[in-house]
């Protein structure tokens, strides 16, 4: 059995930093692509970043700069650092990995407000 599950999502002020973590098991992780997707109400899914099994990275242009996508295929973890934070950075985050089949995590909220 398949299971992401994702960490470290909260209530931050504006240019404040935020780190989550994704835990996945069931899976060949190394082979594995993982990142980051989020999602408002009313909106489609949207890619934040994801990282090959080899650690070539992909960034949404509205967060490159600000997050870092990384992997640990020893503790078969995913991590994103989020810097500088706007209220538009607001969502559930969901952690992926897609290779043979594709997987999600239960999301996790992230609120970016004073």
């Known amino acids: 059995q398949v299971q992401l599950v994702e960490s470290g999502g909260g209530l931050v002020q504006p240019e404040g930093s935020l780190s989550l973590s994704c835990a996945a098991s069931g899976i060949r992780f190394s082979g594995y692509v993982m990142g980051w997707y989020r999602q408002v109400p009313g909106k489609q899914r949207e890619l934040v970043a994801r990282?090959?099994?080899?650690?070539?990275?992909k960034y949404a242009d509205s967060v490159r700069g600000r997050f870092t996508v990384s992997r640990d295929n020893t503790k078969n973890t995913v991590s994103l650092q989020m810097n500088s934070l706007t209220p538009e950075d607001t969502s559930v985050y969901y952690c992926?990995?897609?290779?043979?089949?594709?997987?999600w995590g239960q999301g996790t909220q992230v609120t970016v407000s004073s």
């Open positions: 990282i090959t099994s080899e650690g070539i990275t």
């Open positions: 992926y990995a897609g290779y043979i089949g594709s997987y």
